[in-house]
């Protein structure tokens, strides 16, 4: 969503200050905030499935990745717009010396995934642009899980604003992460929105 003015009493949103009002809403109210095509995009804090999600794949994918490459969140990616613009994908494939750049963020170009876990209330206008963004970046590789539905979608080959290859597959299912990585990631036991919690069960003293 984007911020509306009347719901921020800080500095006002405007070119040349986007990147400071960004980083003051992220410490005052703990929410993702993305800069996209000049405007404020705010994503609410995940909630425990969706972490849940992005911490399955995170452990997945680094087990099989080459050792130049790891798995981190909380990276942002520059985009090629506009030089305030940036987004923060849950996951993001980067080479290992990412873990030496005093930089926040990554060059589009070093990105060999980014992944994207659906949030419950996302509609489906802001899935297609998420998914643009990447493109307009030439992230080669996305990955967007939605566990609304128990579903994933990986899109490549981008070009001209859009990937041009979307593999839609659901969950259980192995998904193909094509070149740069050529690995391929189990899917299975991923959380769906809208199960029951899991509750510990309790012993039973079968001596009784």
């Excluded at 070119?15 to 003051?24: K, M, Q, T």
Aim: aromatic share 4%; proline share 10%.
């Amino acid at each position: 969503m984007a911020v509306s003015s009347d719901a921020w009493s800080g500095p006002r949103p405007h070119p040349g200050n986007l990147r400071e009002v960004a980083e003051r809403i992220e410490k005052a109210t703990g929410l993702r905030v993305q800069i996209v095509g000049g405007k404020l995009v705010l994503s609410p804090t995940p909630g425990g499935k969706h972490a849940g999600v992005v911490h399955q794949t995170r452990h997945r994918i680094g087990g099989v990745l080459p050792e130049r490459l790891g798995a981190f969140e909380v990276s942002s990616i520059a985009l090629p717009d506009d030089p305030d613009d940036y987004v923060t994908p849950d996951l993001i494939v980067l080479p290992m010396e990412w873990t030496e750049d005093d930089d926040w963020l990554a060059a589009p170009e070093d990105t060999a995934l980014a992944v994207e876990v659906i949030s419950a209330s996302e509609k489906s206008r802001e899935i297609r642009d998420k998914a643009d963004r990447y493109a307009v970046a030439r992230v080669p590789v996305l990955l967007v899980v939605d566990p609304r539905h128990g579903t994933r979608a990986l899109h490549t080959r981008p070009d001209n604003g859009a990937c041009q290859d979307m593999l839609s597959g659901k969950y259980g299912e192995t998904v193909p992460l094509f070149e740069p990585l050529g690995i391929e990631v189990a899917t299975d036991g991923f959380p769906v929105h809208g199960e029951p919690p899991r509750s510990p069960g309790r012993l039973t003293d079968k001596s009784q």
